[in-house]
């Protein structure tokens, strides 16, 4: 298997699986709205798919969210196989992935420092 070919399905797999969450799995409700797919790692045999996941909101929120996205997984696996022609399609497991989470709050200090600079009075080190 091509790494290529590889990453076209981890591509493809992200969003087809994005739009079943959101738009078939209605058991999400007032879940599916704060999930996002940031990523897909499909094994190079195509038999397992590791999502990863984003999830708006408190640390139980996440934790529940994933819970029941790894619950629904097989339904959600079906949906998606209906969208995507591949001969086997792979056995699903979800992740939270915390890195865009990490990535905000960088982005909060970095303006934070950056505001406190600007209100400083110019020093005379010159």
Avoid: W
């Avoid at 996941?53 to 139980?60: H, Q």
């Avoid at 982005?107 to 010159?126: Q, Y």
């Amino acid at each position: 298997m091509t790494k290529r070919r590889v990453a076209r399905l981890n591509s493809l797999l992200k969003e087809v699986i994005s739009e079943v969450i959101h738009r078939d799995i209605h058991h999400l409700r007032g879940l599916n709205e704060h999930v996002t797919i940031t990523r897909v790692e499909i094994t190079a045999d195509l038999q397992h798919a590791k999502v990863f996941v984003s999830v708006l909101g408190k640390d139980r929120d996440k934790k529940e969210a994933v819970f029941t996205l790894q619950e629904k997984a097989g339904m959600i696996a079906r949906r998606s196989s209906k969208k995507v022609t591949l001969r086997y399609f792979p056995e699903l497991t979800f992740a939270l992935d915390e890195g865009l989470e990490a990535e905000l709050h960088m982005e909060e200090l970095l303006a934070k420092i950056s505001s406190e600079r600007a209100a400083r009075p110019p020093s005379n080190d010159a």
